[in-house]
């Protein structure tokens, strides 16, 4: 056994797939879905998940504290939920992008490498080509991604740093559009 290997933790034990039928064979609503576990491990993606849904359980290795995940396949994403605890409670996979929730924060990648970062004090965004704005309740700052050009605005200062120079002053009250 390699020492890497004598390292890793065990996080799962069992995985599980099942078929959630949302409504009865008269076509009415159910209260609670029907749960059922096919015996050949296949199961279709319905269009609508309002109506018939297909998930795995996958159980955590830990049984004292499990964490254990739900992995719900759609014809327009893959959704990761886990029980609440530490680190991510749910990861959304489209095809155009990742979001993860992780300790209250949203973060999502999308396909040409912009992340956005959002927490109850402000958003975050990291552009494609590098740049950085961030957005709270009293200030918006941005840099460059080459690093050259900074700003930062509140609702009574601006100031820059710029290739050709700084600018810094007071904001004209008039000009600010009310909340």
């Known amino acids: 056994?390699?020492?890497?290997?004598?390292?890793?933790?065990?996080?799962?034990?069992?995985?599980?797939?099942?078929?959630?039928?949302?409504?009865?064979?008269?076509?009415?609503?159910?209260?609670?879905?029907?749960?059922?576990?096919?015996?050949?491990?296949?199961?279709?993606?319905?269009?609508?998940?309002?109506?018939?849904?297909?998930?795995?359980?996958?159980k955590a290795a830990d049984e004292s504290a499990p964490r254990d995940v739900q992995i719900k396949l759609r014809q327009?994403?893959?959704?990761?939920?886990?029980?609440?605890?530490?680190?991510?409670?749910?990861?959304?996979?489209?095809?155009?992008?990742?979001?993860?929730?992780?300790?209250?924060?949203?973060?999502q990648i999308k396909a040409d490498g912009s992340v956005t970062h959002a927490t109850d004090h402000g958003i975050t965004y990291l552009e494609a080509d590098g740049s950085v704005l961030k957005k709270t309740s009293s200030v918006e700052a941005m840099m460059s991604g080459d690093g050259v050009e900074m700003s930062r605005r509140t609702e009574t200062t601006i100031a820059a740093i710029r290739h050709d120079g700084v600018i810094a002053k007071a904001r004209d009250p008039e000009r600010i559009p009310p909340e």
Do not use: C, Y
């Not at 065990?10 to 064979?25: K, Y």
């Not at 886990?82 to 979001?99: F, Q, Y």
């Open 1 to 58: 056994m390699t020492k890497k290997s004598e390292n890793i933790a065990r996080v799962w034990r069992s995985a599980q797939l099942f078929i959630g039928f949302h409504r009865d064979q008269n076509g009415r609503k159910r209260e609670v879905a029907k749960v059922w576990s096919p015996k050949n491990a296949n199961a279709s993606i319905h269009a609508d998940p309002s109506e018939q849904e297909a998930f795995l359980v996958v």
């Open 76 to 107: 327009e994403q893959i959704v990761l939920r886990r029980d609440p605890g530490i680190g991510w409670d749910g990861i959304i996979a489209e095809e155009d992008g990742l979001t993860v929730s992780v300790n209250g924060m949203r973060i």
